[in-house]
């Protein structure tokens, strides 16, 4: 399905054009300064003006500290012409461990100036900051604390008991790059939080490779005093954050959306994506304009954000958002398979967002990858971090994610010699022909792919009988409530092409679309009938789900569009709640809030869509959001205090 329009698109785009965009992209990025950041937004903008994509224009966002979109708080600016860290030791002999100009990731993001001449203090080692019984506030009071700890997690304990600044040879776990210096990009006082805003304090924090950790360890181990010497010339105060985007003009008002974040310091993540995203719109521009391709109905937009800040800036304040019909995003998709945790990943919508549009990516990447069979890829659920959360039905837009993981993420090792061009290529086919078929999708089309989420339903319903077989045995109501759950996730799935159709043609395509939702409930029933006979009760049909308690008499409405993450309320007002900006489980039970459903209804619903080997209770789940929470009633009843939701 589909194939001459993946073999034409396939014939024109580059892979290599799309690598050299990258290179550019990261270039700049690599500084992460919001001067560059400016520069980086020029860059991309110009390219789409070249390739005549119409309408580019760079948003600029307040970047102020204190303005707010959906939930998250717009960032300070942060500026920094250089910053350099020796080690002194007890001879008097110093070493140059950390230079911006060599490594600029040496430096954690909005670090505040040090004095002009620098500081100079004793280093003293302290393993686990966050176990604040294994030092004491003197013992780090005027010293340079060093530390294999993520220097954001304990930034304001270390700074708030009077250390100078922070040393730290942190790196994610399972990146094992010993000489990689690992990028620091959060520096809230809010651990769970993330950039830095009005009011929080300010410091610094230099990052060193393991292995000169390991060498510092070393040296403080055998006794030697060391000494620290600290230079940050930076500067920290009001600006703007870009934001890029431009269109391929449609007949209508509709528009489908390809976007992934810039304005971050590596190759892979994410100059990558946007180096796919600059060639899809290179290639669907030149095609069309020359005839090649038909003008599509629905416009094509591009938006190069700044991750969820800006994302959210434009899904609550630019009409555009809301005449949205998909989206994509790309973010990390085309690493080398050297370094890669795991291979590319089509993350899908979650289940109350559930839409054609997940079939159509996975079958279209599934087409394209044909052609480079050795290139791994594999579908994966619903997964926070990134843009995708545009997903969020306060909201409204179904975006799959295209994504990597890999060993170089956000480090000094994330650089364009690990950046595939072939992988490039043919992500950046998919997603062009995602675009292009969404945007000009007619009563034939919206049938082929009607078909194509019946079809993944089908797969996906066979799937979980396989996979509650053993459970069935134990619990034969809950194993078949889990398959009468996926069959309406499906069905809604294929029901979502009715949007794609003005009225007149919905009444037309809705009988075929009943016929396969039909077949999708008659799969469902024939797989908990297999079932109950391997569980020796041929005949069992599960009960409905009928909620009770308290529950059952809250129906929640939404107020804030987005995912929460707690960025509007003061940390003292929080009762140690942490920030659940990247919490799965709010995400779910939000997302199924609809003013028309009950709590219980939505925590039921989330249970079933983050299930894995046990259906969680309501407070499980609120469990999971946050440790001291006592019950989902009473964690609601906290959001509804704060303005977060009402009923």
Known sequence: ????????????????????????????????TFSAFRESARLSAERLRAAGISGVEIIEVPADGSSIYGDWMMPLAWECEGATFDLIGANGAAERVADRAEIPCCLAMWSAPTPADGVQAEIVLVDKPADQTSWNAESVRGKIVFTSAHPHAVKQTLLSAGAVGILSDFQSPGAELPDAVSWINAWSDDPGGWALIAGDMQGWSFQVSPKVGARIRARLAAGERLRGRALVRSRIGEGTLPTVTGVIPGTGKEEVLLLGHQFEQGAIDNASGIGVMLEAARVLQSLIARG???????????????ECYTTMHWAERRREARRTAAGLCLDSPA??????????????NPHSMMSFADALIVHLTEQVMSAAPLYAWREARFQMGTDN???????GIPCPWIGGHSRTWHNSADVPELVEARLQQLIATAAAAYAYLIASADGRIALDLSHLAAARGKAAIARTGVAETERAERDLDDASQQIRYLAERHSEAVASVLRLLPPAERSQLRPQVRALQR??????????????????RPGFAPAPFEPTGELATVIPRRLVKG???????????RGNRPSPRWSPDLFAVLNWCDNRRSLAEACDLAAR???????????GLSRRIDPNASSMLE???????HGYVTW
Request: zero cysteines.
């Open 1 to 32: 399905m589909f194939r001459d329009l993946i073999a034409l698109l396939g014939k024109h785009v580059d892979g290599r054009r799309a690598w050299e965009d990258a290179v550019a992209v990261q270039s700049l990025d690599r500084e992460f």
């Open 292 to 306: 090649e391709l038909q003008p599509p109905a629905r416009s094509i937009r591009f938006l190069f954000v700044s």
């Open 335 to 348: 690493g080398s398979a050297t370094l890669a945790l795991r291979p590319p990943e089509i993350f899908v």
């Open 389 to 395: 959360n545009i997903a969020d039905r306060t909201i």
């Open 519 to 536: 077949d999708l409930r008659r799969a469902a029933k024939d797989e908990m009938a297999s079932l109950a006979r391997r569980a020796d």
């Open 563 to 573: 995912p929460v993450t707690f960025d509007r309320v003061a940390p003292e007002a």
């Open 609 to 619: 869509e983050l299930r894995t080997d046990h259906t969680p209770t309501p407070d």
């Open 635 to 641: 964690y609601f009843e906290f959001l509804r205090s």
